[in-house]
């Protein structure tokens, strides 16, 4: 979330938090709370804000989080893979990696994630090559490296 400095809903979240803390629910004091006060505060004058999609943070639903560090298994998957990373591309600032579900998981040349990764840059917030010229599927994360100017 990103506010100006001295933005009411920041104050509305606090004052929530203050008020209705409950350490047993998960989810209380974090995206619900979030939503309670949103949804009371939403249209009235000095609360302007956007919301946007879950997409827009969650591309994939934590029981599907692991299909984004697979590489695909055969040309159907392939078709369903590049789908969904266009789809992220359009529709997504960040992806969401459920860390409860894919702690342990590699990334595996060729997957979503690997692609992802290998064309922005964590270091340095360059993109190395565009997402969409994707078509080819498979690289090596080398190429990213050689190309990034903040590994030497």
């Not at 004058?45 to 969650?58: N, R």
């Not at 298994?73 to 990696?97: D, F, G, M, P, W």
């Amino acid at each position: 979330m990103v506010f100006d400095k001295g933005h009411p809903l920041v104050y509305k979240f606090i004052e929530e938090f203050a008020l209705t803390f409950d350490g047993n629910k998960w989810g209380h004091n974090g995206p619900y709370l979030v939503s309670r006060v949103v949804s009371r505060m939403i249209g009235r004058a000095g609360f302007d804000f956007t919301v946007l999609p879950p997409v827009a943070f969650y591309p994939t639903d934590w029981r599907r989080i692991r299909s984004l560090f697979q590489r695909p298994r055969n040309e159907t998957n392939l078709k369903r893979l590049l789908a969904k990373l266009e789809q992220i591309c359009r529709q997504s600032y960040v992806v969401h990696l459920w860390n409860k579900q894919s702690r342990r998981l590699k990334v595996v040349e060729g997957s979503i994630i690997g692609r992802i990764m290998s064309d922005c840059c964590g270091f340095c917030n360059s993109s190395v090559s565009t997402l969409y010229q994707f078509f080819g599927f498979l690289f090596t994360h080398a190429q990213h490296l050689h190309g990034c100017p903040c590994i030497t």
